[in-house]
């Protein structure tokens, strides 16, 4: 299996940054995507940021400009580092991953890492 751990979640003001961690672990697997998502009380999980080795990462239009996801593959972390932060950004963040292991591929979660805003 591949087990994710995220961190970084906080109480930030509006306009203020947060970075998020989410780091990869497990034995013999190989990552295809890794990404974040995002719930916020009420919602449905949306999708915020994805990042894949050789391509564009794909952003959220209401995150955009704001938000950037990056890799480090030799650690088998994705970062997601948030500036300008809005209220409506609160949420619970959850960190993807889409690997193979053991010749399956399949889609493994993080347990999440709450993102509050507020003044």
């Known amino acids: 299996q591949v087990q994710l751990v995220e961190s970084g979640g906080g109480l930030v003001q509006p306009g203020g940054s947060l970075r998020l961690s989410c780091a990869a672990s497990g034995s013999d697997f190989t990552i295809n995507e890794m990404g974040w998502y995002r719930q916020a009380p009420g919602k449905q999980r949306e999708l915020v940021a994805t990042?894949?080795?050789?391509?564009?990462?794909n952003y959220a239009d209401s995150v955009k400009g704001r938000f950037t996801i990056s890799s480090d593959n030799a650690k088998n972390t994705v970062y997601l580092q948030m500036n300008s932060l809005k209220p409506e950004d609160a949420a619970v963040y959850y960190c993807k991953c889409n690997a193979r292991w053991v010749g399956v591929l399949g889609d493994y979660w993080g347990k999440g890492t709450l993102v509050t805003v507020s003044s």
């Open positions: 990042i894949t080795s050789g391509a564009m990462p």
